[in-house]
T-cell receptor, first 116, second 113 residues
Framework: NAGVTQTPKFQVLKTGQSMTLQCAQD?????MYWYRQDPGMGLRLIYY???????DKGEVPNGYNVSRLNKREFSLRLESAAPSQTSVYFC???????????????FGNGTRLTVT | RKEVEQDPGPFNVPEGATVAFNCTYS??????FFWYRQDCRKEPKLLMS???SGNEDGRFTAQLNRASQYISLLIRDSKLSDSATYLC??????????????FGTGTRLKVLA
């Protein structure tokens, strides 16, 4: 009963390097989300995917790309990392096909990324 | 103005105290409401959904006032283990078929022995 699984847990990058954060859920959820969390800023939405095959920008999409590979997996890519992207990244999912509007988000454990 | 506003705290309370957190939201189209708990360096976890008639789960009571766009969380008989950050969350429908979740910055609670 894994829920939402994120990898890696920690990562240090140098400015300009690229990396992909992986996320998978086993709850048959339709929608998946990527958030970043910074001190004093709360969780901010980077990208979301309403369903397999669709992705949309959230509040802070610049510098990121996403891929909804299939219903289970939603990856976040940093093409050229910058120090401003140092943050904690959370993947989340919600909504089986029968879900109501009151369906909550389920989060992965997070990825702590430092860009030097 | 932030879409979801919370007092950041910290609230330092003794064990056994009752503590209340408030949250206001700006978008009247908000549909559903939640309180999440986040421990230091961990992911947010659902504490409870908030229903229009108010709802209770053990020592926790949540209230919603749609007219005032206000949500509250009351914790009775505080335990040391209640120390955490409490996040107020609202969601809104995004056509054609999903929801956007907006988070407050959280209220820190520290329960003291």
């Amino acid at each position: 009963n894994a829920g939402v699984t994120q990898t890696p847990k920690f990562q240090v990058l140098k400015t300009g390097q690229s990396m992909t954060l992986q996320c998978a859920q086993d709850m048959n959820h339709n929608s998946m989300y990527w958030y970043r969390q910074d001190p004093g800023m709360g969780l901010r939405l980077i990208y979301y995917s309403a369903s397999e095959g669709t992705t949309d920008k959230g509040e802070v999409p610049n510098g990121y790309n996403v891929s909804r590979l299939n219903k289970r997996e939603f990856s976040l890519r940093l093409e050229s990392a910058a120090p401003s992207q140092t943050s904690v990244y959370f993947c989340a999912s919600r909504g089986t096909p029968q879900a109501s509007n009151n369906s909550p988000l389920h989060f992965g454990n997070g990825t702590r990324l430092t860009v030097t | 103005r932030k879409e979801v506003e919370q007092d950041p705290g910290p609230f330092n309370v003794p064990e056994g105290a009752t503590v209340a957190f408030n949250c206001t939201y700006s978008n009247s189209a908000s549909q559903s409401f939640f309180w999440y708990r986040q421990d230091c360096r961990k992911e947010p976890k659902l504490l409870m959904s908030v229903y229009s008639s108010g709802n209770e789960d053990g020592r926790f009571t949540a209230q919603l006032n749609r007219a005032s766009q206000y949500i509250s969380l009351l914790i009775r008989d505080s335990k040391l283990s209640d120390s955490a950050t409490y996040l107020c969350v609202v969601n809104m429908y995004i056509p054609p078929g999903t929801y956007k979740y907006i988070f407050g910055t959280g209220t820190r609670l520290k329960v003291l022995a």
